[in-house]
Structures are given as structure tokens and as C-alpha cells.
């Protein structure tokens, strides 16, 4: 019998996933430290374009050879426009809060993609036979709740402005993921994320031009440039070709369930540069929720696979 007939554990998914793990994790760092330099337009527009920048060639070169399909210009508009609201309020989010219980509230986003990739694709159903999903889901969910709560800074009404964005971010999230696999299930993650991002530099410039002050990317020292241009390539460029490609893979939920690893590693790292501390509980449930995701990623193996991103 050949095994390699019946292997169900995509390796490439798994290494997508980790590594928008970790780029998605430095990422609340590089917004939250920018907020001191730049306003939340100027800041999008910025980041974007150097994303956009880096993809371009591979685009040019690709429908010069006649490699790129006509139609991706019209299917990533749906994708853009909750992509441009997003980000849009995503970021403006992390002017009001800081960035653990920020990216906290942004986990929130995978149960709006379940209830949506459950009832669009037929494919992902066989997850709810999946014990390990089902177990998966408790321990996230679990963990995410209980990391929340024994945070200090849960409930506070100065924070009102920042959750309301924050979640509000969390349910664009979902769409635009849910939107791409559909948009782009048989195009190359690399052009439709280059194609994404034209469009989303464009829906950003234009209320930058009239919201924001543009001029201060003029006046930008070194260390924030180093933050844009870094946290563009990493947390936007190419994370999300990988997002795309394990979304490809292995559907939409698993990649997202595994993005409930961020929140752990954020209060760590936000607690590096912007002092804030885990209780004993919040580490507690940090350790359940990093289980649960990694649970996530194994339950893939009931899953079909398609085609290689």
C-alpha cells in the first residue's frame, strides 16, 4: 500500500501557518510603536505601498508572460473593500488600546469565520466529526476568555472606542478571509495579494489625502522607517501570501483557529516594550490557548486537500 496516498498532514500548510503566526505577532508591536509617529491614515498608506512595492515585480512579470488571468481584477474587489475597512479600523484601534488586549479582542474573528466557511463551503463540514477540532475550539475559546478577563484592563470605559473598533475590525476579518478563498482558489497567492494590495493602496490614499497628514512621511526619522518597512514586508507582503496559501490548502477555519497563538506571544512582547505584565492566570490560559491552536493544526488531517497554492 502506498502511505503517501493516504497522508493527510499538509507540511506547507503547517509552515504557512507558523510563520503567519509569528509575523502577525511582531505586528500590533510595529503599529502600536508608530502610533507616536505617525497618524493612523499616513500610517496605513505608508505600509501598504512598500507591501504593494515589494509584489509589483512579480505581477508585471507575470502579465507580461500572459500568466495572470483578466478576472482577478474584478474578484479581488469584494476582498479589498473589507480588507480597506479593516485595516482601516484595525489600526485606528491601536490609538485607543494597547496591543495585547487589542489583538485579544481581534481572535475574535474566528467564530464569525466558522459560521461562514461552514455554511459556504461543504468541504470544511467534515471538521464537526473531528473530536479534535471540537477540542480545539473549547481550549481557544477557553483560553482566550480567561487571558481577557484576569487582564486589568478589560471592561474599562476609557477603552470603549478601541473595542468597538476592535471588533468591528474582527468581523471584516472574517469576511475578507472567507472572500479570498473564494476569489482566489485557483489564482497564485503571490498575484492576488499583489492585486489586493494596488486596490487597497489606492482605497487608503484616497481618505489619507483628506483625513491625514501625508507630510509627515517627510519628516520620519530612521527607526520608524525601519518599523514601516519591516513590519510591510514581514506582516503584510508576505504574510498574507502564506495566509492565502494555507487558506488554499486546507480551508479557512484551521489557519485562523492557529492564529490564536498571537495573543500570547503579543502580551509578551508588548510586555518587552510597553511594560504590561502577565498574572499567573493570564499565563495560565495563555498555555490553553497555545494548546488549542496547535490541536487546530493537527485536526487538518481530516480535511481534503487541494492543489498547491
Not at 30 to 41: H, S
Not at 111 to 130: D, G, Y
Not at 159 to 170: C, K
Amino acid at each position: 500500500m502506498n502511505n503517501s496516498t493516504h497522508k493527510r498532514f499538509d507540511s506547507t500548510a503547517t509552515f504557512a501557518c507558523l510563520f503567519v503566526i509569528v509575523s502577525w505577532s511582531v505586528n500590533p508591536i510595529f503599529v502600536k510603536l508608530l502610533t507616536n509617529d505617525t497618524d493612523v491614515w499616513t500610517q496605513n498608506v505608508l505600509r501598504y505601498i512598500v507591501a504593494c512595492l515589494f509584489w509589483l515585480p512579480v505581477l508585471i512579470s507575470a502579465l507580461s508572460k500572459g500568466k495572470v488571468d483578466k478576472k482577478i481584477w474584478y474578484l479581488a474587489i469584494i476582498p479589498v473593500i473589507a480588507n480597506v475597512l479593516m485595516q482601516t479600523l484595525w489600526v485606528k484601534a491601536f490609538y485607543h488600546i494597547n496591543p495585547a488586549f487589542m489583538n485579544l479582542l481581534d481572535k475574535s474573528s474566528f467564530l464569525w469565520i466558522m459560521v461562514l466557511s461552514l455554511f459556504l463551503f461543504t468541504e470544511e463540514r467534515v471538521l464537526l466529526r473531528s473530536k479534535r477540532f471540537w477540542a480545539s475550539i473549547v481550549l481557544s475559546i477557553t483560553g482566550i476568555v480567561g487571558v481577557m478577563l484576569f487582564d486589568e484592563r478589560f471592561g474599562s470605559l476609557q477603552t470603549t472606542i478601541g473595542i468597538l473598533l476592535a471588533l468591528s475590525a474582527a468581523i471584516l476579518w472574517s469576511v475578507y478571509t472567507v472572500f479570498v478563498k473564494i476569489a482566489f482558489k485557483d489564482i497564485d497567492s503571490r498575484y492576488g495579494f499583489s492585486v489586493i494590495s494596488i486596490y487597497t493602496v489606492i482605497g487608503l490614499l484616497v481618505p489619507g489625502l483628506f483625513f491625514g497628514n501625508l507630510r509627515q512621511s517627510f519628516s520620519l526619522g530612521a527607526k520608524p522607517w525601519i518599523y514601516i518597512i519591516v513590519s510591510s514586508i514581514l506582516s503584510i507582503a508576505l504574510s498574507h501570501v502564506f495566509y492565502y496559501t494555507a487558506i488554499k490548502r486546507i480551508g479557512a477555519m484551521i489557519p485562523s483557529l492557529s492564529l490564536l497563538a498571537t495573543p500570547f506571544i503579543v502580551i509578551v512582547l508588548s510586555g518587552i516594550y510597553f511594560k504590561e505584565r502577565l498574572n499567573s492566570w493570564q499565563w495560565f490560559f495563555g498555555i490553553l490557548l497555545l494548546a488549542g491552536c496547535a490541536l487546530a493544526i493537527w485536526s487538518q488531517e481530516h480535511l481534503n486537500h487541494k492543489q498547491p497554492a
